[in-house]
């Protein structure tokens, strides 16, 4: 009985690699937040002003990220050839979240104080 043998497909490499790289970028959505605060905070603003021009420019820039992995996952699936309408994207962002969730439990966990009540601007 003769074997068939398929060949390797000739983009396969590319498509890993697109895949990779739609994998990190999905990272790096939830890492635009802290990013955001990062650059702010080392360029001299003001505390209040940090936390308002975070606010302002992550929900564009995350947007703008989110667009570009669309674009990423299009790509993949000309590349692939591939009908499935996207599971890489929506698998790699799923599990961001995860990550992104349980780095925050962790924070949470391993860095709370527990210190005393906050004192706000107001007196009493």
Do not use: K
């Not at 606010?55 to 499935?84: H, K, Q, S, T």
């Amino acid at each position: 009985m003769p074997t068939h043998d398929t060949p390797s497909h000739p983009l396969r490499p590319v498509a890993a690699l697109l895949g990779l790289l739609i994998l990190l970028g999905s990272l790096m959505l939830g890492a635009i937040p802290f990013g955001w605060l990062w650059l702010l905070s080392h360029l001299g603003q003001p505390y209040i002003a940090v936390y308002f021009l975070a606010l302002a420019g992550c929900p564009v820039m995350m947007v703008a990220w989110g667009m570009a992995l669309v674009r990423l996952n299009r790509i993949y699936l000309r590349v692939n050839e591939a009908d499935d309408g996207g599971q890489l994207l929506e698998a790699s962002l799923a599990i961001s979240v995860v990550i992104g969730i349980l780095m925050l439990v962790a924070w949470l966990v391993l860095f709370s104080h527990g210190g005393g009540p906050v004192e706000g601007p107001l007196p009493g």
